[in-house]
């Protein structure tokens, strides 16, 4: 009976010297210390952060003129594409190209087995050469019965027998001059030209192969023309007044294209616009056409386009880096005199290589925060710095995955 009234003893002890040790402690914090630790970041001092202010890079709010500019994303279209069949039957005797060839209008593609329509073309040849004889004979003959008729040395009928197969003869000297022209075309047709300027594609049958003469035979390969080229893309019904208007004008307008990673960027000028706009996507078709001497473009390829229809005059705009996106729309930090920060909401118009067209927001000379917005808030104190070189954005050295999240926040806008 000692020992448990003992133990219960040792354990209220315990749990009194733990008790004392959480009231002391709790003294001993200073007042207010645990409300400052709690507060948010740039809410723990009157428009300041726990590190002082935050550095940025600003830029002003610009009044003048903005192009109006139509981004899409295109692909690149041949405009022709040949699927290249012989025309006979045949023999495939020797491929003259190489996949991946450039060619011209002209040049021999493939060379098929010749010794059948040679044959027949000198059989041809030999056919005319007799009946052009015989014909001569016949109108020799018919000649001389013609004078002997108007002496009344032959009869009507002789006359008129022997002019008749002069006339058969003559038309079977035409007969035959077709067989041999029928004959050339065969002998031609063994030698298979690229009908234009374009790049070979795969080579589908090789030398030794039989080859059919018809639509249904089989491709021996495909031809692609690469300059020029076109560029097809799509935008919003919105713009087809403008862009009709633009063509109206007699300038067609400019359209860039850009491959994704940057590398190739070339400029044409903006052929065709569709005759309707599709319902279910509410969008028109668009090509624009370029001469592509360099080859930059590449049938097939998507690449960034953007439509230029002309410069709008007298419109706001700032760097696009500067819209923010939240759950109540667009915003940007807006610098006041005393180097604090505001959140404005602000209604783009639209976006542009050069930057965002604002339509109401902000006004003429103000500065805005265009990087290190992810450490602000409003009333948060701001110092310069100077601008990411290359355009980048710079980690943040309290928080190093900052750069990142705000370089995916820059590719949303």
């Given at each position: 009976m000692n020992r448990r009234t003992a133990a219960a003893a040792l354990v209220l002890a315990l749990i009194a010297a733990y008790g004392g040790y959480r009231v002391w402690g709790a003294k001993s914090e200073a007042p207010g210390a645990e409300a400052e630790a709690s507060a948010p970041p740039g809410t723990r001092g009157p428009g300041t952060n726990s590190n002082g202010p935050v550095p940025v890079v600003t830029a002003h709010v610009r009044r003048g003129a903005m192009p109006i500019d139509v981004a899409a994303v295109g692909t690149v279209q041949p405009i022709s594409t040949v699927q290249v069949r012989a025309r006979i039957d045949s023999q495939l005797m020797e491929a003259k190209v190489e996949e991946g060839q450039e060619v011209k209008s002209g040049d021999l593609l493939f060379l098929l087995d010749q010794r059948p329509a040679r044959a027949a073309l000198m059989?041809?040849?030999?056919?005319?050469?007799?009946?052009?004889?015989?014909?001569?004979?016949?109108?020799?003959?018919?000649?001389?019965?013609?004078?002997?008729?108007?002496?009344?040395?032959?009869?009507?009928?002789?006359n008129e027998q022997a002019s008749a197969t002069a006339k058969a003869q003559e038309a079977t000297v035409l007969a035959d001059q077709a067989a041999v022209d029928q004959a050339r075309l065969t002998l031609a047709f063994t030698e298979i030209r690229s009908p234009i300027d374009g790049v070979v594609g795969?080579?589908?049958?090789?030398?030794?192969?039989?080859?059919?003469?018809?639509?249904?035979?089989?491709?021996?390969?495909?031809?692609?023309?690469?300059?020029?080229?076109?560029?097809?893309?799509?935008v919003p019904e919105k713009?087809?007044?403008?862009?009709?208007?633009?063509?109206?004008?007699?300038?067609?307008?400019?359209?860039?294209?850009?491959?994704?990673?940057?590398?190739?960027?070339?400029?044409g000028r903006l052929v065709f616009i569709d005759n309707s706009v599709d319902a279910q996507s509410g969008t028109i078709q668009l090509k624009g056409l370029y001469d592509n001497k360099d080859r930059a473009l590449w049938p097939g390829q998507f690449v960034d386009v953007t439509l230029h229809l002309g410069m709008e005059a007298d419109v706001l705009s700032v760097p696009a880096v500067a819209v923010q996106r939240g759950q109540a729309g667009a915003y940007v930090?807006?610098?006041?005199?005393?180097?604090?920060?505001?959140?404005?909401?602000?209604?783009?118009?639209?976006?542009?290589?050069?930057?965002?067209?604002?339509a109401s927001g902000v006004e003429a000379g103000e500065r805005v925060v265009t990087e290190g917005q992810l450490r602000l808030v409003p009333g948060a104190k701001i110092v310069e710095r100077p601008a990411t070189q290359g355009g980048g954005v710079e980690a943040d050295s309290a928080n190093p995955s900052a750069g990142a999240v705000q370089a995916s926040g820059k590719a949303r806008t």
């Open positions: 059989q041809a040849e030999a056919n005319l050469a007799r009946d052009q004889a015989n014909l001569g004979q016949a109108r020799s003959d018919a000649k001389r019965n013609a004078d002997l008729f108007a002496r009344g040395a032959v009869s009507m009928q002789q795969s080579i589908q049958l090789r030398p030794g192969n039989l080859v059919k003469g018809s639509d249904s035979g089989s491709t021996l390969t495909t031809l692609v023309q690469v300059a020029p080229i076109n560029v097809a893309f799509t713009h087809v007044t403008a862009v009709r208007q633009a063509l109206r004008s007699g300038r067609p307008p400019l359209v860039s294209a850009k491959t994704a990673d940057g590398l190739v960027a070339a400029t930090f807006v610098v006041k005199a005393d180097d604090t920060v505001d959140m404005r909401p602000v209604t783009v118009g639209r976006f542009a290589e050069q930057g965002a067209v604002i």
